[in-house]
């Protein structure tokens, strides 16, 4: 079974800019996986970032953008805040109906 | 407002049964695939399934496959998920979301919690 890799952790200064990336244990991602990403504080529902590659979802500020980076999907994190501090997570489509997150990523701000 | 309000957690005996609700409000529930998520306890996010607008066609995570089963009723503008006998791994809190298509999903509910455990 293909597994969504992800960064573990991850750590940005303030104002600075970090890249998380997604990417498969076997193969590349590309958009036909339909990657999106999605931003979680403790105890809170995820919050929808990103979708199909590189569509920001309303209300999203243009500091986070998506791309394909290489052989793995990435979310571009540019002025990095204090409470952009939380999980990040991507999700990907492997076809027949199945989707798969990634383990997730948990940002830094510091 | 477009909203998902999940119900029907709680704590269930391993072997047990539980269903869980979600309502919708504020869009035409019947245009939309729909899906369940769960999370468990301080772990990451899980797809567990999702189901077409009229029901006709569903999809299961290989863990749950067999033992849950997701449902609609459009008239209602409600989405359920029917977990049959639950195992301790199946402690999560389950999140109900909307699919808008091109890989998004939301809105998201707040999500219920259910605690498998004797």
């Known amino acids: 079974q293909t597994v969504v890799t992800q960064e573990p952790s991850f750590s940005v200064s303030p104002g600075g800019t970090v890249t998380l990336t997604c990417g498969l244990s076997?193969?590349?991602?590309?958009?036909?996986?339909?990657p999106s990403w999605y931003q979680q504080t403790p105890g809170q529902a995820p919050r929808t970032l990103i979708y199909n590659t590189n569509t920001r979802s309303s209300g999203v500020p243009d500091r986070f953008s998506g791309s394909i980076l290489g052989n793995k999907a990435a979310l571009t994190i540019t002025g990095a805040q204090a409470d952009d501090e939380c999980d990040y997570y991507c999700l990907l489509y492997m076809g027949s109906g199945i989707w798969v997150f990634g383990g997730g990523t948990k940002l830094t701000v510091l | 407002e477009v909203q998902l309000v999940e119900s029907g957690g709680g704590l269930v005996q391993p072997g047990g049964s539980l269903r869980l609700s979600c309502a919708a409000s504020g869009f035409t529930f019947s245009n939309y695939w729909m899906t369940w998520v769960r999370q468990a306890p301080g772990k990451g996010l899980e797809w567990v399934a999702n189901i077409k607008q009229d029901g006709s066609a569903t999809y299961y995570v290989v863990s749950v496959k067999g033992r849950f089963t997701i449902s609609r009723d459009n008239a209602k503008n409600s989405l359920y998920l029917q977990m049959n006998s639950l195992r301790a791994e199946d402690t999560a809190v389950y999140y109900c979301?909307?699919?808008?298509?091109?890989?998004?999903?939301?809105?998201w509910g707040q999500g219920t919690l259910v605690t498998v455990s004797s």
């Open positions: 076997s193969g590349s991602v590309s958009t036909s996986y339909y």
């Open positions: 979301a909307r699919y808008r298509g091109d890989g998004c999903f939301d809105p």
